[in-house]
């Protein structure tokens, strides 16, 4: 299956609401039905296609954390009303495989946590569905896009972006975890239970277990077509 290519990450996000009280000095559960419209990679010359920059190298830690959400107003500065958490991690780039850097450090924005609001005007917080935590002095290849223009660190355009190499620089295609579809946030007075669809249930992963020669050799093919 062949799924739609988009420049962002969420087009739209549809929120459904059923709310049951239960006895006693029980929280109220309610469930939340959350739907996304994801850019999706379905292969390495897609993805090689997609990002304007490519990149092998290492993380050097977090940063800082920061709110992703920008204000309508003025983009340079971050939403007063929503708050959508990114961890800005330094990365070392060792080789560029594709575009152009100023500079062999540079900053990587990663989505982390997202807000929501219930139907009673809550605010809640659950980890972005997206989410991949990096791992320090690990090899991986970034596909990313050029700075953002206000935040001014890079981002990813699509998912899978990222590829860890082990120890014998074999690839391991990097996926978000499926158990983030379905997540649990307690309030003061709720159980929320939020359960994400939209992901594509029959990828077909045909990055990992590749030698990293195999993949410089088709990074190089496709960004340098005779």
Not at 6 to 30: H, N, Q, Y
Not at 91 to 112: C, M, P, S, T, Y
Not at 156 to 163: E, G, K, V
Request: proline fraction near 6%; charge should be negative.
């Amino acid at each position: 299956m062949k799924w739609k290519k988009i420049s962002f990450l969420f087009t739209s996000v549809f929120l459904l609401f059923a709310a049951g009280c239960m006895p006693g000095d029980k929280k109220e559960e309610v469930n939340m039905g959350m739907h996304v419209d994801l850019a999706m990679a379905n292969n390495l010359p897609a993805m090689i296609d997609q990002a304007p920059v490519i990149v092998l190298g290492e993380y050097q830690g977090m940063d800082r954390v920061e709110n992703g959400a920008r204000n309508p107003k003025n983009p340079a500065l971050p939403s007063e009303n929503t708050y959508h958490e990114v961890q800005v991690y330094k990365f070392q780039v060792d080789r560029v495989l594709k575009g152009e850097l100023d500079q062999k450090n540079i900053e990587i924005g990663i989505a982390h946590k997202l807000q929501l609001q219930t139907n009673d005007g809550k605010k809640i917080e659950i980890i972005h569905p997206l989410y991949t935590q990096p791992e320090n002095n690990q090899k991986y290849i970034l596909f990313l896009n050029h700075p953002d223009a206000y935040t001014h660190y890079h981002t990813f355009r699509f998912t899978p972006h990222s590829i860890k190499l082990d120890q014998k620089n074999i690839a391991h295609l990097v996926m978000p975890s499926m158990k983030l579809q379905k997540q649990r946030v307690e309030t003061q007075d709720q159980i929320v239970h939020i359960s994400i669809d939209g992901f594509p249930s029959d990828y077909n992963d045909q990055i990992t277990g590749k030698p990293l020669s195999a993949l410089f050799d088709l990074i190089d093919l496709e960004s340098n077509p005779k």
